[in-house]
């Protein structure tokens, strides 16, 4: 039985969203780039969770039909963040957030598909108003087109790992399945990383503050806010809490404008296009949710 949420549940998962939002901005603080960012991401909370893991006295032995999936989706988590990352470097990190903002609908789509389910007219027309949104958004920064197409991508890749998570969360450990996923991540990402390095390209190599956000992005964004959301799972349903994740690009923008200033203003049609984006992705769970759940 679902114990009752207190108050302090309702700013957890409002924090713990403002967290996610924060991503970006680290990100885009960083010197290294986007590659780099998502190696010792993966790496440092890799060994965070194994830690968790190994002190809890957990097994880590799994099927290796479901370590082969797990692997294979680890590989899509590191482009997510890759795309993710990297579209917040080469625009803006509003740009990058208003593309994220489509992994809600990329999910209404990708999991029909997933269960064999075909796909609800209303997702058809609140398809229809993702395009027109994007439009607006685009027309107004045309020059940011790639950190647009990027914050899609990384909203696809987003959805994709999610859909495939579904079907072990409520068989496996949570934890478990990360560890596997970021192991996979940082191996994918630590060959690409080291052949840059070697290569003697810039950006490889963090310094300074870098190591500073990177830690951050590991140790709070990953480690912290991923292990308190599957807590606060015990007294929210996945439906409040996906809802509350679909304000990340709100207050990535709010934060963004705040911390970066100027940079980060955008034309008005911009604000338009993104209000009519997050609205159409906040409706979808109320338009396409039945009466029995």
């Known amino acids: 039985m679902r114990q009752a949420p207190q108050l302090l549940d309702y700013f957890k998962i409002h924090f713990i969203v403002i967290l996610y939002a924060f991503t970006a901005i680290l990100g885009n603080a960083t010197e290294a780039n986007a590659l780099t960012i998502v190696f010792f991401r993966c790496v440092i909370a890799a060994a965070g969770l194994g830690l968790m893991l190994a002190a809890s006295k957990k097994s880590f032995q799994v099927p290796a039909s479901v370590v082969k999936i797990w692997l294979l989706n680890g590989a899509f988590v590191a482009l997510h963040w890759l795309l993710f990352f990297g579209a917040a470097k080469v625009s803006t990190v509003a740009m990058c957030l208003a593309g994220l903002s489509t992994q809600t609908f990329w999910t209404s789509i990708l999991e029909p ?7 609800a007219k209303i997702e058809v027309f609140l398809g229809i108003l993702v395009v027109i949104a994007l439009g607006i958004i685009f027309s107004v920064e045309p020059g940011q087109w790639i950190g647009l197409v990027m914050g899609i991508g990384a909203g696809f890749f987003g959805a994709l790992f999610s859909v495939i998570n579904g079907n072990y969360t409520h068989t496996h450990d949570p934890k478990l ?28 190599v963090p310094v300074g503050l870098d190591w500073l956000w990177i830690g951050i992005l590991a140790v709070v964004c990953t480690v912290y806010a991923y292990t308190e959301t599957i807590h606060l799972y015990k007294v929210f349903s996945v439906f409040s809490i996906n809802l509350v994740i679909t304000l990340e690009p709100v207050y990535g923008i709010l934060l963004a404008v ?21 609205l159409t ?13």
């Open 258 to 278: 705040f911390i970066f200033g100027q940079k980060e203003v955008m034309q008005p049609a911009f604000y338009w296009g993104t209000s009519l984006l997050v």
């Open 177 to 204: 399945i990360t560890v596997y996923e970021m192991v996979a991540a940082g191996f994918i990402t630590g060959a690409v990383w080291l052949s840059g390095l070697l290569g003697g390209s810039p950006g490889f």
């Open 281 to 293: 992705v906040m409706a979808h769970p109320f338009l396409s949710r039945r009466p029995a759940d």
């Open 113 to 119: 598909i997933a269960k064999k389910k075909p796909i």
